[in-house]
């Protein structure tokens, strides 16, 4: 059984810069997508970003276009999340999660069908105004 691990979250303050990475390990399947979600005390989670592991497509949210920017590094199974001009309205427990089905990254970020399999436990990302 796969996991992942998502690092980097913090408390900084609205203006402010945080990058959290994601390190998939363990799974026998090969992952084709990988993204971020977020959920914020009361509300229901929402997509934040996903990326293709095989090929330069990126995908975001309206909310954080322009803002956050995902990448990753294959080599170190590792997606991240730069996030900058971070707002109180990003404050969130964000979560990785992944995929081994191609041709959803897009659709899961908005679409609870098109739900990812694997998910990390979360790190919390708190903004000051």
């Known amino acids: 059984q796969g996991q992942l691990v998502e690092s980097g979250g913090g408390s900084v303050q609205a203006g402010g810069s945080l990058r959290l990475s994601c390190a998939a390990s363990g799974y026998t399947v090969k992952i084709v997508c990988m993204g971020w979600f977020r959920q914020a005390p009361g509300k229901e989670r929402e997509g934040v970003a996903s990326?293709?592991?095989?090929?330069?497509?990126?995908y975001y949210a309206d909310s954080v276009k322009g803002r956050f920017t995902i990448s990753r590094d294959n080599a170190k199974n590792t997606i991240y999340l730069q996030m900058n001009d971070l707002k109180p309205e990003d404050t969130a427990t964000y979560y990785c999660?992944?995929?081994?089905?191609?041709?959803?990254?897009?659709?899961?970020?908005?679409?609870?069908?098109?739900?990812?399999?694997?998910w990390g436990k979360g790190t919390l990302v708190t903004i000051s105004s």
């Open positions: 999660a992944a995929d081994r089905v191609d041709g959803r990254c897009h659709a899961t970020l908005s679409q609870p069908e098109y739900a990812m399999p694997y």
């Open positions: 990326i293709y592991t095989n090929r330069d497509h990126t």
